[in-house]
């Protein structure tokens, strides 16, 4: 069984470009949670969601970023027109149900806009 | 949960020795405390975790202790080894409704051979 599979472990963007990350969750796991982690600071919640629901996305900022987690596929976080200050590194976690339930994260997506 | 602290920010022990972590938070209605560990280019990976029923658990080396009235909480690591090298997280949730894990600012422990 897999574990939760973030893809691309690294990730170089020029400002004004998009940049797509991408998290499989673990087999049988329906929440995924997204969290960005800067340099030196600790995990800062996303969003929250479940196939095809946003639950929670009250840590997204509110321009430029957007998340998906379709019926098929991996969850998607978008983030338009970047800026140096989206530099960080980018978690996926996923669970079989709430937190209370053991979740897992990825190796995590790290972003560098240049 | 709301807001949670954690100290220290830095900590060196000795290999063998003995290293506690403490995290304070303010939410009342926060009932679940899990403590990740970060090694360097890796995700964060659940070691310990405990409920608000509970004031204390233990797995072999580790130990995590719940003081509820206090709204504290600590990690315990006995007897260190080199590979306890990392970052650790501590975290918490509040029992309504987002689910989402409201993380500490974490402490990168470093284990002296």
């Known amino acids: 069984n897999a574990g939760v599979m973030q893809n691309p472990r690294h990730l170089v963007r020029r400002r004004g470009q998009e940049a797509r990350l991408r998290c499989s969750p673990m087999?049988?796991?329906?929440?995924v949670y997204w969290y960005r982690q800067l340099p030196e600071e600790g995990l800062k919640f996303m969003v929250y969601?479940?196939?095809?629901?946003?639950?929670?996305e009250s840590g997204m900022p509110k321009e430029r970023f957007s998340a998906e987690f379709p019926k098929e596929g991996p969850s998607i976080l978008r983030i338009q027109q970047v800026v140096r200050g989206d530099s960080a590194a980018y978690f996926c976690?996923?669970?079989?149900?709430?937190?209370?339930?053991?979740?897992?994260f990825g190796q995590g997506t790290r972003l560098t806009v240049v | 949960g709301e807001n949670v602290e954690q100290h220290p920010s830095t900590l060196s022990v000795q290999e063998g020795d003995s290293a506690v972590i403490k995290c304070t938070y303010s939410d009342s209605a926060s009932n679940y405390f899990p403590w990740y560990k970060q090694e360097l280019g890796k995700g964060p990976q659940l070691i310990i975790d405990?409920?608000?029923?509970?004031g204390e658990k233990k797995d072999q080396r580790i130990a995590v202790t719940l003081n509820k009235t206090a709204k504290h909480f600590s990690l315990h690591i006995t007897e260190t080894q080199p590979e306890d090298s990392a970052v650790y997280f501590c975290?918490?949730?509040?029992?309504?409704?987002?689910?989402?894990?409201?993380f500490g600012t974490g402490t990168r422990l470093t284990i002296i051979p």
């Open positions: 969601l479940q196939k095809e629901n946003i639950i929670d």
């Open positions: 405990i409920r608000s029923n509970v």
């Open positions: 976690a996923s669970s079989p149900g709430t937190w209370r339930t053991e979740a897992f």
């Open positions: 087999k049988g796991h329906s929440h």
């Open positions: 975290a918490d949730i509040s029992n309504f409704g987002n689910e989402k894990l409201t």
